[in-house]
């Protein structure tokens, strides 16, 4: 299973992105979805994720502000983000694991177990 992010970039506060990551195989192990993000010299947190049968979960700091999605047809998984903050910058890993990642908190926490991930994308918000 290989899974790519893209779709950083460096805006100002207020402004808005949309990452993209494509899964390539949508089986059993990728049936919960997820963005998580790590900022330089703070641990990985999660920030929001998506199971098969759409139960979503955003992190309260984003709760609002982001949206995730995704297009079954392409094997992409969306995440808009509206309204950055500074404190949003960080790089934003795309994740797939088995659906009962999604009902972790451990796992939200900070991706634990998760199989498969991107190399990250880098989103910089200045103020």
């Known amino acids: 299973v290989q899974v790519e992010e893209s779709g950083g970039g460096a805006v100002e506060a207020g402004g808005s992105l949309r990452l993209s990551c494509v899964v390539s195989?949508?089986?059993?192990?990728?049936?919960?979805t997820g963005w998580f993000r790590q900022a330089p010299g703070k641990e990985r947190e999660g920030v929001a994720t998506?199971?098969?049968?759409?139960?979503?979960r955003y992190s309260d700091s984003v709760r609002g502000r982001f949206t995730i999605s995704r297009d079954n047809a392409k094997n992409t998984l969306y995440l808009q983000m509206n309204s950055l903050k500074p404190e949003d910058t960080a790089m934003y890993y795309c994740?797939?694991?088995?659906?009962?990642?999604?009902?972790?908190?451990?796992?939200?926490?900070?991706?634990?177990?998760?199989?498969?991930w991107g190399q990250g994308t880098q989103v910089t918000v200045s103020s």
């Open positions: 994740a797939a694991g088995p659906p009962y990642k999604c009902s972790s908190e451990s796992s939200f926490k900070n991706g634990a177990g998760f199989s498969y």
């Open positions: 195989q949508y089986t059993y192990n990728t049936y919960c």
């Open positions: 998506l199971k098969f049968d759409g139960t979503i």
